[in-house]
């Protein structure tokens, strides 16, 4: 069975990026999901041992971020792709309407205190693109408490700056030894629709809808422009963008599982290697240890 591959749904700021030709769906036949669950559970393991030899090297971290719109998939795909790995080696953030703290901050503080150490993987549950996303669909920069030189630029010199000043975050954590990893789930607005549907028929679900949910699907064709714009402005080899079908949750966590998989294999982190002298220095202290040992049967 040939399987998608998540390499054609990769940009990296060369070529074109057109979003309305993506698709968000691949129509695989639903009797092949066993197939799909039981690759994502093999890149699962996969991700785990990778995982603890990272934790041991600790030359290099890594960051995967989700966006999406509402119901697209983003805590079922981070539940399951992270699901084997020690719970030590990951750290994973919200990002919620900022508190009034965050707002008196530059938009990169809270994003800045949540980055990992290296040798850890961090996930952003949404990111600091809500920063050219959400705030730049309702325009909220306008209401910030922020110098008018600023905040009073048309909006489009105020979003290139950001993009600007993204990619040259994102740069900067390349030159760090963090790996940058983007993921836009692209779900299609019918899907979401049927999956709010089903947020509010099925009570156990209830929690996850909000009536604002709603309102902002009505703005889907302002989101879209947003990902247009953000996506083409802010893909770099050194932090591309994925935009995964999501219409299809077995297939979309499949691909992000094979993405993680893959990103891990490359950093090819090694378990440090002790040199032969201190190898050396440890065998008087095991034949201590094991003395003691035979003295304690003896
Ligand atoms: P949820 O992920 O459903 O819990 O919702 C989190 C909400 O916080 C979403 O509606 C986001 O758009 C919103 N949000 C996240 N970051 C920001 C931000 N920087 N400014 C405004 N709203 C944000
Ligand atoms: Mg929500």
Redesign the pocket.
């Known amino acids: 069975m040939d399987k998608p591959s998540y390499k054609d749904f990769c940009f990296n700021g060369t070529g074109t990026f057109e979003l309305a030709s993506i698709p968000t769906g691949l129509g695989i036949d639903e009797g092949l999901k066993k197939k799909y669950v039981e690759a994502t559970r093999k890149n699962v393991e996969r991700i785990a041992e990778l995982q603890e030899r990272l934790y041991a090297d600790r030359r290099e971290g890594l960051l995967v971020m989700f966006q999406a719109m509402?119901a697209a998939g983003?805590d079922g795909t981070i539940e399951h792709v992270f699901s084997g790995v020690n719970p030590q080696g990951v750290e994973v953030t919200?990002?919620?309407?900022?508190s009034k703290e965050e707002l008196a901050h530059d938009?990169m503080w809270r994003a800045w205190k949540a980055l990992p150490e290296r040798g850890m993987i961090g996930v952003f549950?949404?990111s600091?693109y809500?920063?050219v996303?959400?705030?730049q669909v309702?325009q909220?920069q306008k209401g910030y408490n922020m110098a008018q030189r600023n905040i009073g630029l048309p909006s489009d010199e105020f979003y290139a700056q950001r993009y600007e000043q993204l990619s040259n975050f994102e740069k900067y954590l390349d030159q760090n030894s963090y790996r940058v990893v983007k993921v836009f789930l692209n779900v299609s607005q019918e899907e979401q629709h049927a999956r709010f549907l089903s947020r509010i028929e099925e009570p156990v679900k209830n929690w996850k809808f909000?009536a604002?949910?709603l309102a902002?699907s009505a703005l889907w064709p302002q989101y879209m422009e947003a990902y247009q714009q953000v996506i083409s402005n802010t893909s770099s080899v050194a932090a591309p963008w994925y935009v995964i079908p999501a219409d299809q949750k077995f297939v979309a966590r499949y691909l992000v599982s094979e993405l993680v998989k893959d990103v891990l294999e490359d950093i090819d982190p090694q378990f440090p290697q002790l040199s032969e002298e201190e190898v050396a220095a440890m065998q008087p202290l095991r034949e201590q240890l094991l003395a003691e040992r035979n003295g304690e049967e003896a």
């Open positions: 509402d983003k919200c990002f919620k309407t900022p938009y549950n949404r600091y809500e920063d996303l959400v705030v309702h909220m909000s604002g949910d902002e």
